[in-house]
């Protein structure tokens, strides 16, 4: 048996390629939309993928499921858990298998099993791992999806928050409780490789390690130590962050099936200032992916930034309308491939051009700038309220501390609630470190509101430098 691990460190998601060697055969499980390094990996390894399995439909990334099957006339083996609201549709086009609790099914000599595991959404389910070729009669492990994290497990909260199924969150833990009855009954020995890592937003406490076991995990595991089951619901769901707005958007896409990506459209480069100057003031998305530093020292006006960082991907699908067309605006045609892969890995497909940054900075006198600002130098205007301060953070930050007289609007509801800014005031945007606020000066200097600060290491130096 052959299993590889893949993880894309800007939506902390985890998929595996599994392959039976004695036959030749391989799945993908909850493969990620860019296929391409599993089909490396088979290719080097003489393998070949029948298969793609999803352990649920996903919210916070479009699957890679239905690329394998275009290209390789693979199997979709999909959830047929949870009721009419959370099953997949428009599979008639597709090869697939749809699964339900105790199913079975081999790959070559590799036995999958599956084990219903609602809580994070109804129609969630893991797949138990059995190596059939050798004389292993138990399973060595499963792949638990959004179910059991390292030390943490999946949130219930998303059918509400993202999708707005009203009254779902306290179900959803009622079943998660319920499906940590079965997961404690597993064998201690047996390894767990979850779906995500530290960072993503599908739990709040999740661990940076690959993988762990049922027995660690039932040691450990915060979720695991909670027997009484209105203690567990209360704990599980308070503290969640904020679900970025794109989650609603995948679980659609994933339910419905995402179109594949030869069926975006063809990227066109900018070449002149008169172009891009066009499009800015039609109102099209024009997103500089330059670092914060640079973007501050000067951008074109009407131009928001996201750097092209770890986080990239997260903001992006906060900070994107997905509705209209999108411009990228990079520093070198090297980055163009990886951050194209970035934005379609969260279903942002109406990207229509790109542009060289540097050729359209150089001698241009219309650039703006924001200027970076340290809490001692800005105290004694933010104290006496000559200043207008918004913090960008996350509720479950501001609720831990805040700077007196801030106006609370999270980074990922800015674009949306930047009518509630009202002042004549010098602007400081303000966050826990100073990126994500980098991030909301843009969004404002973009849509109008020029004097703009940035507060450089944000609260947490505010804390460390003004004693109060």
Same mark, same amino acid.
């Given at each position: 048996?052959?299993?590889?691990y893949?993880?894309?460190?800007?939506?902390?998601?985890?998929?595996?390629l599994v392959?039976?060697?004695?036959?030749?055969?391989?799945?993908?499980?909850?493969?990620?939309?860019?296929?391409?390094p599993?089909?490396?990996?088979?290719?080097?390894?003489?393998?070949r993928?029948?298969?793609?399995?999803?352990?649920?439909?996903?919210?916070?990334f479009?699957?890679?499921?239905?690329?394998?099957?275009?290209?390789?006339?693979?199997?979709?083996?999909?959830?047929?858990?949870?009721?009419q609201?959370?099953?997949?549709?428009?599979?008639?086009?597709?090869n697939?298998?749809?699964?339900?609790d105790?199913?079975?099914?081999?790959?070559?000599?590799?036995?999958?099993?599956?084990?219903?595991?609602?809580?994070?959404?109804?129609?969630?389910?893991?797949?138990?791992?059995?190596?059939?070729?050798?004389?292993?009669?138990?399973?060595m492990?499963?792949?638990?999806?959004?179910?059991?994290?390292?030390?943490?497990v999946?949130?219930?909260?998303?059918?509400?928050k993202?999708?707005?199924?009203?009254?779902?969150?306290?179900?959803?833990a009622?079943?998660?409780?319920?499906?940590l009855?079965?997961?404690?009954?597993?064998?201690?020995?047996?390894?767990?490789?979850?779906?995500?890592?530290?960072?993503?937003?599908?739990g709040?406490?999740?661990g940076?390690?690959?993988?762990?076991?049922?027995?660690?995990e039932k $040691?450990?595991?915060?979720?695991?130590?909670?027997e009484?089951?209105?203690?567990?619901?209360?704990?599980?769901?308070?503290? $969640?962050?904020?679900?970025?707005?794109?989650?609603?958007v995948?679980?659609?896409?994933?339910?419905?099936?995402p179109?594949?990506?030869?069926?975006?459209?063809?990227?066109?480069?900018?070449?002149?200032?008169?172009?891009?100057?066009?499009l800015?003031?039609?109102?099209?998305q024009?997103?500089d992916?330059?670092?914060?530093?640079?973007?501050?020292?000067?951008?074109?006006?009407?131009?928001?930034?996201?750097?092209?960082?770890?986080?990239?991907t997260?903001?992006?699908?906060?900070?994107?309308?997905?509705?209209?067309?999108?411009?990228?605006?990079?520093?070198?045609?090297?980055?163009?491939?990886e951050?194209?892969?970035s934005?379609?890995?969260?279903?942002?497909?109406?990207?229509?051009?790109?542009?060289?940054?540097?050729?359209?900075?150089e001698?241009n006198s219309?650039?703006?700038?924001?200027?970076?600002?340290?809490?001692t130098?800005?105290y004694? $205007?933010?104290?006496?309220?000559e200043?207008?301060?918004?913090?960008?953070?996350n509720?479950?930050?501001?609720?831990?501390?805040?700077?007196?007289?801030?106006?609370h609007i999270?980074?990922?509801?800015?674009?949306?609630?930047?009518?509630?800014?009202?002042?004549?005031?010098?602007i400081?945007v303000?966050?826990?470190?100073?990126?994500?606020s980098?991030?909301?000066?843009?969004?404002?200097?973009?849509?109008?509101?020029?004097?703009?600060?940035?507060?450089?290491?944000?609260?947490?130096?505010w804390?460390?430098?003004?004693?109060?």
């Amino acid at each position: 048996m052959l299993l590889r691990y893949f993880y894309d460190e800007r939506l902390a998601h985890a998929s595996y390629l599994v392959g039976c060697q004695a036959t030749g055969e391989a799945i993908v499980v909850d493969p990620m939309r860019n296929i391409q390094p599993y089909l490396q990996v088979a290719d080097q390894e003489g393998l070949r993928i029948v298969g793609a399995l999803e352990t649920h439909i996903h919210a916070d990334f479009v699957t890679g499921s239905r690329e394998l099957a275009a290209k390789l006339d693979s199997t979709l083996y999909l959830s047929d858990e949870g009721d009419q609201d959370w099953k997949y549709q428009n599979l008639e086009s597709v090869n697939h298998k749809l699964l339900k609790d105790r199913d079975t099914f081999k790959i070559g000599n590799l036995l999958f099993e599956v084990m219903h595991t609602p809580g994070h959404t109804p129609e969630s389910i893991s797949f138990l791992l059995t190596d059939k070729g050798g004389s292993a009669d138990k399973p060595m492990g499963m792949f638990t999806g959004d179910f059991v994290f390292v030390g943490d497990v999946g949130r219930p909260d998303l059918l509400e928050k993202a999708a707005g199924m009203k009254g779902t969150s306290e179900d959803g833990a009622k079943q998660m409780f319920r499906s940590l009855k079965k997961f404690r009954n597993l064998p201690d020995y047996l390894q767990v490789w979850p779906a995500h890592g530290a960072g993503s937003a599908c739990g709040k406490a999740l661990g940076a390690i690959p993988s762990t076991t049922v027995g660690y995990e039932k $040691q450990f595991n915060w979720a695991l130590q909670i027997e009484d089951e209105q203690i567990f619901i209360q704990t599980l769901l308070e503290g $969640q962050p904020e679900p970025p707005k794109y989650f609603a958007v995948m679980k659609s896409v994933n339910k419905i099936g995402p179109k594949l990506l030869q069926e975006n459209p063809e990227l066109s480069r900018i070449n002149s200032n008169q172009e891009l100057s066009e499009l800015i003031q039609s109102g099209r998305q024009v997103l500089d992916t330059r670092d914060a530093d640079s973007f501050a020292d000067g951008h074109l006006p009407g131009t928001i930034n996201i750097p092209f960082n770890k986080s990239f991907t997260n903001w992006a699908g906060w900070l994107i309308d997905y509705h209209k067309p999108l411009y990228i605006l990079i520093s070198s045609e090297d980055v163009l491939d990886e951050l194209m892969i970035s934005l379609h890995s969260v279903g942002i497909d109406y990207i229509v051009g790109y542009g060289l940054i540097g050729q359209f900075l150089e001698g241009n006198s219309s650039l703006e700038s924001y200027v970076n600002v340290t809490p001692t130098e800005v105290y004694e $205007q933010i104290k006496n309220k000559e200043v207008y301060l918004v913090d960008v953070r996350n509720r479950s930050e501001w609720n831990d501390g805040h700077i007196d007289g801030a106006q609370h609007i999270m980074l990922g509801t800015l674009p949306d609630r930047r009518n509630e800014i009202l002042t004549d005031k010098p602007i400081i945007v303000q966050c826990g470190s100073g990126v994500r606020s980098a991030i909301g000066a843009s969004i404002l200097q973009a849509n109008g509101m020029k004097n703009v600060y940035n507060l450089l290491g944000g609260y947490t130096r505010w804390v460390r430098d003004i004693k109060e």
